[in-house]
């Protein structure tokens, strides 16, 4: 079965880092686009970043020039390496895999940025 699991949240204070993993397995995982998305509490589910499986990125304006994302195909783990972070940017964080029609989410990590 296709696994998404995310690890790496926690409490930081504003203006720390923390870098979000997600370890990915039951997939041809250097075949799939993949993705970081982000739920606060009461809100909706929102884009993050995405890096293509060619290796292209893209990133939320809320986020540009904050965070990064990577990723490992000889590891199936994709990163967000989340810098200069903001009480904004607390949420439920999902990683997520595509490839055609096909997708899958992870069961998030959280992460709580507060003094």
């Known amino acids: 079965q296709v696994q998404l699991v995310e690890s790496g949240g926690g409490l930081v204070q504003p203006g720390g880092s923390l870098r979000l993993s997600c370890e990915v397995s039951g997939i041809h995982f250097s075949a799939y686009d993949m993705g970081w998305y982000r739920q606060p509490h009461g809100k909706q589910r929102e884009l993050v970043a995405t890096i293509a499986a060619g290796g292209s990125t893209d990133y939320a304006d809320s986020v540009k020039g904050r965070f990064a994302i990577s990723r490992d195909n000889a590891k199936n783990t994709v990163y967000l390496q989340m810098n200069s972070l903001k009480p904004e940017d607390t949420a439920l964080y999902y990683c997520?895999?595509?490839?055609?029609?096909?997708?899958?989410w992870g069961q998030g990590t959280r992460v709580t940025v507060s003094s």
């Open positions: 997520r895999a595509t490839w055609g029609v096909y997708g899958y």
